[in-house]
Nanobody, 122 residues
Framework: VQLQAFGGGLVQAGGYLRLSCAAS????????TGWFRQAPGTEREFVAG????????YYADSAKGRFAISRDNTKNMVDLQMNSLKPEDTAVYYC????????????????WGKGTQVTVSS
């Protein structure tokens, strides 16, 4: 599966952004999907994950209560709604897909999309 993330940009602290990830292929609903981010000088970190049918969502502690992940398997899309953004949310955000659940601590992700930059100004 090929993934393409978009929707990043520059926003003031307290604002919001919605990231989207478009997936190619007809087997999208066979994959768990999720979002990771990487700030300069840091390792890529888990942000949010969602089950194949969208029933279950998983969040990093930093995202709980502010971010919401969703997916539409009819459109091969997975979104990340980010509210109450903070300067520390500044990073390149990547969407990901895997045959196993994408949760905190996961490594060896099968598929990555190109990242989209999110910058939150103070």
């Amino acid at each position: 599966v090929q993934l393409q993330a978009f929707g990043g940009g520059l926003v003031q602290a307290g604002g919001y952004l919605r990231l989207s990830c478009a997936a190619s292929g007809r087997t999208f609903d066979r994959y768990f999907t999720g979002w990771f981010r990487q700030a300069p000088g840091t390792e890529r970190e888990f942000v949010a994950g969602i089950s194949r049918g969208g029933t279950y969502q998983y969040y990093a502690d930093s995202a709980k209560g502010r971010f919401a992940i969703s997916r539409d398997n009819t459109k091969n899309m997975v979104d990340l709604q980010m509210n109450s953004l903070k300067p520390e949310d500044t990073a390149v955000y990547y969407c990901a897909a895997d045959t196993d659940p994408i949760q905190k601590g996961r490594t060896g992700i099968d598929y990555w999309g190109k990242g989209t930059q999110v910058t939150v100004s103070s």
